[in-house]
Nanobody, 121 residues
């Protein structure tokens, strides 16, 4: 069974930084796009950043210049470096991947369970 496991969330003061990581399970043999979404209390889930297998990136306007997404294809891992955090960044952050499992020919969308980021003012 495919698993995406996030880590790195926590409590940070405004202006601080955090680095999120997301590792895909070993059953994954090929990944196209990977990304991070977030969901704040009472709000819809939104895209934060995405990265293609070739390294092209896309960011939400609200995080441009502050967040950086990167990936290590050899480790099936995607990262999100978050700098200059503010209270509006408080949310549960979810990792997602468009990936194919071993012995399968289909690419599917997978999601992690999320990691909580809380930014205090």
């Amino acid at each position: 069974q495919v698993q995406l496991v996030e880590s790195g969330g926590g409590l940070v003061q405004a202006g601080g930084s955090l680095r999120l990581s997301c590792v895909a399970s070993r059953t994954i043999v090929s990944i196209n796009d990977m990304g991070w979404h977030r969901q704040a209390p009472g709000k819809q889930r939104e895209l934060v950043a995405a990265i293609t297998s070739g390294g092209s990136t896309n960011y939400a306007d609200s995080v441009k210049g502050r967040f950086t997404i990167s990936r290590d294809n050899a480790k099936n891992t995607v990262y999100l470096q978050m700098n200059s955090l503010n209270p509006d960044d408080t949310a549960v952050y979810y990792c997602n991947a468009h990936a194919r499992e071993v012995l399968s020919s289909r690419y599917l969308h997978y999601w992690g369970k999320g990691t909580l980021v809380t930014v205090s003012s």
